[in-house]
């Protein structure tokens, strides 16, 4: 089965990116991915989040900073 790839852009806030580099170090060193990038710990995001229960997705979305509208200035 073949999927096509799409590029996107995406913000996400600094400690974001401190939990991505985590996950990867965490990833890598327990074995479960080689050199893991951040698309594979997206699409990870993805798969938890869509056998989520209501409940879990509730507490995800209070836990979640609220998103600004717009780009980021500088």
């Given at each position: 089965m073949?999927?096509?790839?799409?590029?996107?852009?995406v913000s996400v806030?600094?400690?974001e990116l401190?939990?991505?580099e985590k996950l990867k170090k965490?990833?890598?060193?327990?074995?479960l991915?080689?050199?893991?990038?951040t698309s594979e710990i997206v699409r990870l995001a993805l798969h938890v989040l869509g056998k989520a229960s209501?409940?879990?997705l509730e507490a995800a979305?209070?836990?979640t900073p609220d998103r600004?509208?717009?780009r980021p200035k500088g």
């Amino acid at each position: 089965m073949s999927y096509k790839r799409e590029k996107i852009t995406v913000s996400v806030y600094n400690n974001e990116l401190v939990t991505i580099e985590k996950l990867k170090k965490r990833l890598s060193d327990e074995g479960l991915l080689v050199a893991p990038t951040t698309s594979e710990i997206v699409r990870l995001a993805l798969h938890v989040l869509g056998k989520a229960s209501r409940r879990e997705l509730e507490a995800a979305v209070i836990v979640t900073p609220d998103r600004r509208a717009g780009r980021p200035k500088g």
